[in-house]
């Protein structure tokens, strides 16, 4: 099994893979681990991977550019063609489904997964859209950045394949996490949404406008605020309805929230 990851500390890795099992597993050459620099696929004097959020907000977003060419670079089946029995292309990202015990045991199935360490505020949405598969988090709470994600996948992942261990491990894997309540500005540029009632952040964009086809959601470019801040609720309401619905039983909701949400049952196929 190969696990390529795609990182802006490179040297992140370079004790974790080489201690226990894992250094066994690689040696065994029963697991290979390629560990590839986001700012190589950079194409300006500052090696720049990131820029500010459309739509106002604080921190940065990881640009798509560098992200979709690092992931292309590595001769993964494009998106609309993979087979989801060989290859996978994962974000880790606190908007991600959890990850279990289960999860661990579909990607040991797997021939090549690729591991994409989000940093800063976020990832481009578009990444997403573009080359991954799915998103997937360790965890109910936040990371500085997904290094330490891809490490863990890595090991749940690695500890299933035959011969890396003498018996099957079935570890559990225990969520921890604190609400935080949700308060939306009153006025002004609308800010990041952390502490957004325990619901899921929203999708991000940064330049450029547009990315392949694929462009930024006009209400973020609009400079209507009110407009932003029911776009991103909703998206964030949207995204945690897809992937952690457990979450809503124990959010903060308005009326507005639980009629969004009843529609988008309503819809639902």
Request: charged share 30%; with cysteine.
């Amino acid at each position: 099994m190969r696990f390529d990851i795609i990182t802006i500390f490179p040297d992140f890795f370079t004790s974790i893979f080489s201690h226990g099992v894992l250094k066994r597993a690689r040696v065994g050459r029963l697991l290979q681990i390629e560990i590839h620099d986001l700012r190589t696929f950079t194409h300006d004097r500052h090696r720049t991977v990131d820029d500010r959020p459309f739509g106002g907000g604080e921190g940065m977003v990881l640009k798509p550019e560098p992200l979709v060419e690092a992931v292309e670079s590595l001769e993964v089946t494009p998106k609309p063609e993979r087979d989801p029995k060989k290859e996978s292309v994962i974000l880790l990202s606190a908007q991600g489904a959890r990850l279990t015990q289960a999860t661990a045991r579909e990607l040991a199935e797997l021939e090549r997964v690729v591991l994409l360490c989000g940093r800063y505020e976020g990832v481009d949405e578009r990444v997403n859209e573009l080359v991954c598969d799915r998103e997937l988090s360790i965890g109910d709470y936040v990371l500085s950045g997904g290094e330490l994600g891809a490490a863990v996948i890595v090991d749940a992942t690695m500890r299933l394949l035959p011969g890396v261990l003498g018996n099957e491990d079935s570890s559990a894997f225990e969520s921890f996490g604190r609400r935080d309540d949700y308060s939306a500005d009153a006025e002004g540029p609308p800010r990041s949404t952390h502490g957004s009632g325990g619901i899921l952040d929203y999708p991000h964009y940064t330049r450029p406008a547009e990315y392949r086809g694929l462009g930024v959601p006009e209400v973020l470019a609009g400079g209507d605020h009110a407009a932003i801040r029911k776009w991103r609720r909703q998206c964030a309401l949207e995204k945690t309805l897809r992937n952690r619905p457990d979450l809503l039983d124990h959010a903060d909701l308005t009326q507005n929230d639980r009629a969004f949400l009843a529609e988008l049952a309503r819809i639902k196929p």
